[in-house]
């Protein structure tokens, strides 16, 4: 079992950055592929990014890519996202989770309550 929590979203300018932060728990966090999400009010949760558990292998969306990164640190259990740029577009609940290295949602077993992200315009 992993519990997650997000915490370093907010209120942002367009252009502007935040560094988002998922704490993990649990003896199995290590072993799993961490990935990012968002969801936009009446949008479906849309893949942003995934690390695996050695970190040597991400992934991205083309939306995000060269904008946001993705890292981690075991043993910490820590996930992070760094976002850089960012449009209004960008506005959404902001997830982590824990499963499969994967863009889709069905392959991650594990989330956070999410973070709320709005970029002002």
């Known amino acids: 079992q992993v519990q997650l929590i997000e915490s370093g979203g907010g209120l942002v300018q367009a252009g502007g950055s935040l560094r988002l932060s998922c704490a993990g728990s649990?003896?199995?966090?290590?072993?799993?592929?961490m990935g990012w999400f968002r969801q936009a009010p009446g949008n479906a949760r849309e893949f942003l990014a995934a690390?695996?558990?050695?970190?040597?292998?991400?992934a991205y969306a083309d939306s995000v890519k060269g904008r946001f990164t993705i890292s981690r640190d075991n043993a910490k259990k820590m996930v992070w996202l760094q976002m850089n740029n960012l449009k209004a577009d960008d506005t959404a609940v902001y997830y982590c989770?824990?499963?499969?290295?994967?863009?889709?949602?069905?392959?991650?077993?594990?989330w956070g309550q999410g973070t709320q992200v709005t970029v002002s315009s």
């Open positions: 690390i695996t558990w050695s970190s040597e292998s991400v």
């Open positions: 989770a824990a499963g499969l290295f994967s863009n889709i949602t069905d392959a991650y077993n594990f």
């Open positions: 649990g003896r199995t966090f290590s072993s799993y592929t």
